[in-house]
């Protein structure tokens, strides 16, 4: 007898910043899609909420960082003046999910555990890296790549919501073995817990 698992809640994630660097730049917008998902299968049963949201920063290195990130999303400071996050708004997607599922979910995770350090307790699950994409014979990982050459859109936005719902279409899609890319994603396994570079920088000299 065969039982299949039960249904589970998934969470995609997309983060825009002031730039790279998760300790010196910070997040101006967020989007989060909440779904139901079969794990066994892969398939995305239902899109249950979805919600972005935008701040402005708040240190000079973020807001001197402001002019050259806004070449790449291109929202304008005007647009984040004035605004902050709902905390506890966001906090409550992170704590409602079995799973959360990012491109490069590393950049993400990093940016959003300065903020909410909470969101390490949840299963984060990289879908650029749980996935041999190169092997599939894409040319790599990135998202417009991918999004390409799947006949999804020849175009990126770098806005958060737009990227999680291309990046919901693309998870719809098969590998060779006829799976969805969600599956694979989910079965490749979660990332390990993130450790943020000062922490790590510590227990190296207490090694030494």
């Known amino acids: 007898m065969n039982v299949t698992q039960q249904n589970k809640l998934g969470l995609l994630v997309d983060v825009e910043t002031t730039g790279l660097g998760p300790a010196s730049d910070e997040i101006i917008e967020l989007a989060v899609k909440q779904f139901s998902f079969q794990p066994d299968t892969g398939e995305i049963l239902e899109i249950i909420d979805e919600d972005s949201f935008l701040r402005e920063p708040l240190s000079q290195t973020a807001r001197?960082?402001?002019?050259?990130?806004?070449?790449?999303?291109?929202?304008?400071?005007?647009?984040?003046?004035?605004?902050s996050f709902l905390d506890e708004k966001i906090k409550a997607y992170f704590n409602q999910?079995?799973?959360?599922?990012?491109?490069?979910?590393?950049?993400?995770?990093?940016?959003?555990y300065h903020m909410y350090p909470e969101i390490n307790d949840a299963k984060w699950y990289c879908t650029m890296r749980n996935v041999p994409w190169k092997s599939y014979g894409f040319a790599n990982g990135k998202l417009l790549t991918l999004l390409q050459s799947h006949n999804i859109t020849n175009y990126q936005s770098h806005r958060a919501m737009d990227d999680i719902t291309y990046l919901m279409e693309l998870l719809k899609q098969t590998n060779p073995q006829g799976d969805p890319y969600l599956k694979e994603v989910h079965a490749y396994g979660h990332m390990r817990r993130y450790q943020p570079a000062a922490k790590r920088e510590g227990w190296k000299k207490r090694k030494a």
């Open 64 to 83: 001197r960082n402001y002019n050259n990130a806004y070449q790449i999303h291109g929202i304008p400071f005007e647009l984040v003046e004035g605004k």
């Open 97 to 112: 999910t079995d799973a959360v599922f990012a491109h490069n979910a590393s950049f993400d995770r990093s940016f959003l």
